[in-house]
């Protein structure tokens, strides 16, 4: 079956960095657009950005310049780099392939 698992996340300081990995299976990873979405405290789910098969990538205007998506094929993990961490950062993230969702990692970012 379908299995997505997140880790990497934690507390970090404004202006911080962190790398989350998103370790996927029961699918061929090679082959499908995987995404990063988050969730805030009392808000819904914020798309982040998306990287396809072939490795072109997109950003919500709100992440662009700070995060990067990339992914390991070799290994079907999904990263992201997350850089200059602001307070509004802070959410529960998660990875995503059309129609599955991880459990999400939490990432706080508090000074």
């Known amino acids: 079956q379908v299995q997505l698992v997140e880790s990497g996340g934690g507390l970090v300081h404004p202006g911080g960095s962190l790398r989350l990995s998103c370790a996927a299976s029961?699918?061929?990873?090679?082959?499908?657009?995987m995404s990063w979405v988050r969730q805030a405290p009392g808000k819904g789910l914020e798309w982040l950005s998306t990287i396809t098969s072939g490795g072109s990538t997109t950003y919500a205007d709100s992440v662009k310049g700070r995060f990067t998506i990339s992914r390991d094929n070799a290994m079907s993990t999904l990263y992201l780099q997350m850089n200059s961490l602001k307070p509004e950062d802070t959410a529960v993230y998660y990875c995503l392939k059309p129609g599955y969702r991880g459990q999400g990692t939490q990432v706080t970012v508090s000074s």
């Open positions: 029961g699918f061929t990873f090679t082959n499908v657009a």
